[in-house]
């Protein structure tokens, strides 16, 4: 089993570029925001304890994520490749995946962080809307659905996450410059750190991040 962990601030374009590159390459897309979100929409235990954190833009328990990705990697398939979206979020998660991955008898192979300016950020996360049935993610201005507000894969309303709201995007670059951006530090330190200029456009990004997984 590979294991290939995307890094990048929130709004970075980690999930969007997942997404497209584990389309074509057939590697399954493990976004840990997504399930989080899934696990609060079905009130399991995990989601109604993740809620208050993930409302304010905080980091969910560590034990929670951990016991998720656990049990992903028990079920996954040994010859799959993992594209990790969102986890691991600080130090001590990306020990535990260090961990984790050796029991299922897995490595993690590369670290891919995608670099994208303040600005962009603030304006990716504001313009963003999601699909609340299939998980589909657009924007106002760089990726409109066909018909405004409809989406495009299963015909439901878009909406806009709960923690796009401007304060808690705030909340959430702080979280991430003061705990997550260590992460970065752990994988270069590694040798499994590759830098993506995510900069351009959701193609050109998938492109670079297509040659980089490949
Ligand atoms: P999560 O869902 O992981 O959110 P995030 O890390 O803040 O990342 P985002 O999903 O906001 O950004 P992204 O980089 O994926 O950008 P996207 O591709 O959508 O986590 C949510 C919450 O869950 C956390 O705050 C926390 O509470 C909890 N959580 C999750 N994992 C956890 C963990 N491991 N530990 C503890 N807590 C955890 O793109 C953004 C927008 O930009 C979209 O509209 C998109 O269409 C657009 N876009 C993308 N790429 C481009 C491009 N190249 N050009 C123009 N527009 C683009």
């Not at 560590?62 to 490749?81: F, G, Q, R, S, Y």
């Amino acid at each position: 089993m590979r294991i290939i962990v995307f890094l990048g601030a929130p709004g970075a374009g980690k999930g969007t570029a997942a997404a497209a590159v584990a389309k074509k390459t057939g590697a399954r897309h493990v976004s840990t925001g997504a399930m989080l979100r899934d696990a609060l929409a079905r009130e399991t235990p995990a989601g109604l304890e993740a809620k208050s954190y993930m409302e304010s833009g905080g980091l969910v328990p560590d034990e929670v994520l951990c016991k998720m990705i656990a049990e992903l990697l028990a079920e996954t398939p040994k010859d799959a490749t993992l594209f990790f979206d969102g986890f691991p979020r600080n130090e001590a998660q990306a020990a535990a995946l260090d961990k984790l991955a050796a029991e299922a008898g897995a490595t993690v192979d590369l670290a891919l962080c995608i670099d994208v300016a303040k600005d962009a950020l603030l304006a990716r996360l504001g313009g963003r809307r999601v699909c609340p049935k299939c998980g589909a993610g657009y924007h106002v201005v760089s990726l409109p659905p066909k018909k405004e507000g409809v989406c495009d894969a299963c015909g439901a309303e878009l909406i806009t996450r709960l923690d796009d709201q401007p304060a808690t995007i705030a909340h959430r670059l702080e979280v991430y410059e003061q705990v997550t951006a260590p992460v970065v530090g752990w994988y270069e330190r590694a040798g499994k750190l590759r830098r993506v200029d995510g900069s351009g456009s959701a193609d050109e990004v998938a492109a670079l991040v297509e040659a980089a997984v490949r």
